[in-house]
C-alpha cells in the first residue's frame, strides 16, 4: 500500500534531522578509533532476544524484527512461499485488525509497517512518532503473531508477484546478475532459483498459515528497538506485555544441500536485440566467518568496489578505454560457498574488448603485489564507508542484532575496522592468489551477437540459454 503524503514527507523530515543531529557516543572516523556503544541485549522467557537503545534525539521510535527464514526455505515447489506471506503479514490483516483499519490507522498516525522476506532473513519493521507508540506497537505485535491472510488480498498480491514475474526481464542489467547467479548454483539450488508463475500459484493460504506457524516464534526472533522512549526499561515493560505470552516452540527447517560448483570455465548467452551487451563473471568465494573476509573486502575495493573511478576496473574500462559506463565487483558470503562477481554493461560492437581486458585485471591482481598507497586507498574508503553505516543510534543496534542474526562473534563489528586495517599488500596478493581465478570463471552475457565484435566463443564453449 501506498504511504501517505503527510507519512513521507513528515518521516523524511525526521530522518534528515537525525542525520545532522547524530548523539555524540555514536562512531567517529579516525583510523581504528572505532568504539560504538553496545545498546542493552535482553532475553524474554519465551527466548525472544531483544535489543535496546535509548534515543531522545528526535520523537521517533523504530523497530525491526529478525526472523530466522528466508527464501532459500521455500520448498522447490512452491518457491515463493515465504515472500508472499511475508508481504501479507500487514497487507493481509490480523485476527484483531481488518486491513483496512491498520491502513487507516497507520496512514492517520504518519507511522509504518512493513514486512519483507530476503534470501536468508525475514523482516518486520515499525517506525512512529514516540506518543503513538502504544497504538502502533498493538498492531505491530498482533501483524507478527496473529496474521489473518485475507483471502482477497492474497489474490491482489499473487497477482502484483505474477505480473512481476511477467516482467522480470525489462531490465536486462538487472536480468543478466540473476540469471548469471541461478546458472552459477544452478536453478535447483535456493542460492540459484527463482520464483516462476507455477510455484507462486501453487501456494495456498494454508501453506501461508503453516509457514507462518512454523518460522514465526518468539525464540526464532531478534527484535530490535530504538529511539525515543524513557528507559529501556519501560520499553521492555512494553514489549513483555504484547509478546511475553507468545509460546516458544519447535522450528523445523529444511536442510539445504550443499553447493556444486564446477571449477572450469563456462560461458552463457542469452541472445537478445538491445543497444548493450551485459556481462557478469562469476567466481568461487568464500564461507560466512572466513577470516578472508577482510583481504578480500580490501582486494575488491581495489578492483572494482566503491572506491569510485579510482578503482581499477572503473579506472581501465570505463575511464581510459570508454568502454563502458557501469564497471563494478563484488564479494557475497554465504553459509555455504559465496561469490565474487564482476559486472559491466557495453556496446555489443565492443564486447570483447572490455570483457578481455576484465580478465585481465582480475589476472593482474594475483602476479603483481597492489602498491601501498593503493591499499592504503582502499583501506581508507571501507572504513570511512562503514562507520558511515551507522548514522543513528537504530542503524547501529540494527546492525549489532543482524551480526547475532547470521552467528558472527559478538565482537565483530568493534573489531572489523581493526581487521580491515590490518590488510597489506602481501595479504591482498595471497588472498587474490587463492581465490582468483578468471581462467575458471563463469561468464554470463545478454546481447545481440549479430553485432558483437568477436564470437563470444573465443571465450569458452558457449552454452546458449532462452530468455523466459
Given at each position: 500500500m501506498?504511504k501517505?503524503?503527510i507519512?513521507g514527507?513528515?518521516l523524511?523530515?525526521l530522518?534528515?534531522a537525525?542525520?545532522?543531529?547524530l548523539?555524540?557516543?555514536?562512531?567517529?572516523?579516525g583510523g581504528?578509533?572505532?568504539?560504538?556503544?553496545k545498546?542493552?541485549r535482553?532475553v524474554?522467557?519465551?527466548g525472544m532476544?531483544v535489543y535496546?537503545?535509548?534515543d531522545n534525539?528526535?520523537?521517533?521510535?523504530h523497530?525491526?524484527?529478525?526472523i530466522?527464514?528466508g527464501?532459500?526455505n521455500d520448498?522447490?515447489?512452491?518457491?515463493g512461499?515465504?515472500e508472499?506471506?511475508?508481504?501479507?503479514l500487514?497487507d493481509g490483516g490480523t485476527l484483531?485488525?481488518k486491513?483496512?483499519?491498520?491502513?487507516k490507522?497507520?496512514?492517520?498516525?504518519a507511522?509504518?509497517?512493513?514486512s519483507?522476506m530476503g534470501?536468508?532473513e525475514?523482516r518486520a519493521?515499525?517506525?512512529?512518532l514516540s506518543?503513538?507508540?502504544?497504538?502502533?506497537?498493538?498492531?505491530?505485535a498482533?501483524?507478527?503473531?496473529?496474521?489473518?491472510f485475507?483471502e482477497?488480498?492474497?489474490?491482489?498480491?499473487r497477482d502484483?508477484t505474477?505480473e512481476m514475474?511477467?516482467?522480470r526481464?525489462?531490465d536486462?542489467g538487472?536480468?543478466?546478475?540473476?540469471?548469471?547467479?541461478?546458472?552459477?548454483?544452478?536453478?535447483a539450488h535456493p542460492?540459484g532459483?527463482?520464483?516462476?508463475e507455477a510455484?507462486v500459484?501453487?501456494?495456498?493460504?494454508e501453506?501461508?498459515k503453516?509457514?507462518?506457524?512454523?518460522y514465526?516464534?518468539?525464540?526464532?526472533?531478534?527484535?530490535?528497538?530504538?529511539?525515543?522512549?524513557?528507559s529501556?526499561?519501560?520499553?521492555m515493560?512494553?514489549?513483555?506485555?504484547?509478546?511475553g505470552?507468545?509460546p516458544r516452540?519447535?522450528?523445523?527447517?529444511?536442510?539445504i544441500?550443499?553447493?556444486q560448483?564446477k571449477?572450469?570455465?563456462?560461458?552463457?548467452?542469452?541472445?537478445?536485440?538491445?543497444?548493450q551487451?551485459f556481462i557478469?563473471?562469476?567466481?568461487?568465494?568464500?564461507?560466512r566467518?572466513d577470516?578472508?573476509?577482510?583481504?578480500l573486502t580490501?582486494?575488491n575495493?581495489i578492483?572494482?568496489?566503491?572506491s569510485g573511478?579510482s578503482?581499477?576496473?572503473?579506472?581501465?574500462?570505463?575511464?581510459?578505454?570508454?568502454l563502458a559506463y557501469?564497471v563494478?565487483s563484488?564479494?557475497?558470503?554465504?553459509?555455504?560457498?559465496?561469490?565474487?562477481?564482476a559486472y559491466?554493461?557495453t556496446?555489443?560492437e565492443?564486447y570483447?574488448?572490455a570483457l578481455?581486458?576484465?580478465?585481465?585485471?582480475?589476472k593482474?591482481?594475483?602476479?603483481?603485489?597492489a602498491?601501498?598507497d593503493?591499499?592504503?586507498?582502499?583501506?581508507?574508503?571501507?572504513?570511512?564507508?562503514?562507520?558511515?553505516r551507522f548514522?543513528?543510534?537504530f542503524d547501529?543496534?540494527t546492525e549489532r542484532?543482524s551480526?547475532?542474526?547470521y552467528?558472527?562473534k559478538?565482537?565483530?563489528?568493534?573489531?572489523?575496522?581493526?581487521n580491515?586495517?590490518?590488510t597489506d599488500s602481501?595479504?591482498?596478493?595471497?588472498?587474490a592468489?587463492?581465490l582468483?581465478?578468471?581462467?575458471e570463471a563463469?561468464?554470463?552475457?545478454?546481447?545481440?551477437?549479430?553485432k558483437?565484435?568477436?564470437?563470444l566463443?573465443?571465450?569458452?564453449t558457449?552454452?546458449e540459454?532462452?530468455e523466459?
Amino acid at each position: 500500500m501506498k504511504k501517505s503524503t503527510i507519512t513521507g514527507a513528515l518521516l523524511m523530515t525526521l530522518f534528515s534531522a537525525a542525520a545532522f543531529a547524530l548523539p555524540p557516543a555514536l562512531p567517529k572516523i579516525g583510523g581504528i578509533d572505532f568504539k560504538p556503544p553496545k545498546g542493552d541485549r535482553l532475553v524474554m522467557d519465551n527466548g525472544m532476544v531483544v535489543y535496546l537503545m535509548k534515543d531522545n534525539t528526535l520523537p521517533v521510535v523504530h523497530m525491526t524484527a529478525y526472523i530466522r527464514t528466508g527464501k532459500l526455505n521455500d520448498p522447490i515447489e512452491k518457491i515463493g512461499l515465504g515472500e508472499m506471506t511475508a508481504g501479507l503479514l500487514k497487507d493481509g490483516g490480523t485476527l484483531k485488525y481488518k486491513p483496512e483499519e491498520i491502513d487507516k490507522t497507520l496512514e492517520f498516525l504518519a507511522a509504518s509497517v512493513e514486512s519483507s522476506m530476503g534470501i536468508e532473513e525475514g523482516r518486520a519493521d515499525l517506525t512512529t512518532l514516540s506518543k503513538d507508540l502504544d497504538a502502533v506497537l498493538d498492531i505491530y505485535a498482533d501483524v507478527l503473531m496473529h496474521p489473518a491472510f485475507a483471502e482477497d488480498k492474497v489474490k491482489l498480491r499473487r497477482d502484483e508477484t505474477l505480473e512481476m514475474i511477467r516482467r522480470r526481464n525489462d531490465d536486462p542489467g538487472r536480468a543478466v546478475v540473476r540469471e548469471a547467479l541461478r546458472s552459477f548454483y544452478g536453478p535447483a539450488h535456493p542460492y540459484g532459483w527463482r520464483s516462476e508463475e507455477a510455484t507462486v500459484n501453487a501456494v495456498t493460504i494454508e501453506d501461508m498459515k503453516a509457514y507462518h506457524a512454523n518460522y514465526y516464534k518468539p525464540n526464532n526472533i531478534i527484535l530490535v528497538a530504538a529511539g525515543d522512549f524513557a528507559s529501556n526499561g519501560e520499553m521492555m515493560k512494553k514489549l513483555e506485555a504484547r509478546f511475553g505470552a507468545w509460546p516458544r516452540g519447535e522450528v523445523k527447517f529444511p536442510v539445504i544441500p550443499p553447493v556444486q560448483i564446477k571449477g572450469e570455465r563456462q560461458v552463457f548467452h542469452i541472445e537478445k536485440d538491445i543497444s548493450q551487451a551485459f556481462i557478469v563473471m562469476l567466481q568461487k568465494g568464500i564461507k560466512r566467518f572466513d577470516p578472508l573476509e577482510y583481504p578480500l573486502t580490501v582486494t575488491n575495493e581495489i578492483l572494482g568496489g566503491g572506491s569510485g573511478l579510482s578503482s581499477r576496473l572503473a579506472a581501465e574500462i570505463r575511464s581510459r578505454r570508454g568502454l563502458a559506463y557501469t564497471v563494478y565487483s563484488y564479494s557475497a558470503k554465504k553459509p555455504d560457498y559465496g561469490y565474487t562477481l564482476a559486472y559491466l554493461g557495453t556496446k555489443p560492437e565492443t564486447y570483447s574488448q572490455a570483457l578481455s581486458e576484465l580478465l585481465k585485471q582480475f589476472k593482474l591482481i594475483t602476479e603483481v603485489p597492489a602498491p601501498a598507497d593503493e591499499v592504503t586507498r582502499a583501506r581508507d574508503s571501507i572504513v570511512n564507508s562503514f562507520v558511515f553505516r551507522f548514522p543513528t543510534p537504530f542503524d547501529l543496534i540494527t546492525e549489532r542484532a543482524s551480526y547475532e542474526y547470521y552467528g558472527y562473534k559478538p565482537d565483530y563489528l568493534d573489531n572489523y575496522v581493526e581487521n580491515i586495517a590490518r590488510t597489506d599488500s602481501k595479504a591482498v596478493l595471497e588472498t587474490a592468489k587463492k581465490l582468483f581465478k578468471p581462467e575458471e570463471a563463469m561468464l554470463f552475457v545478454i546481447g545481440n551477437s549479430k553485432k558483437f565484435d568477436k564470437p563470444l566463443s573465443e571465450f569458452g564453449t558457449v552454452t546458449e540459454l532462452k530468455e523466459d
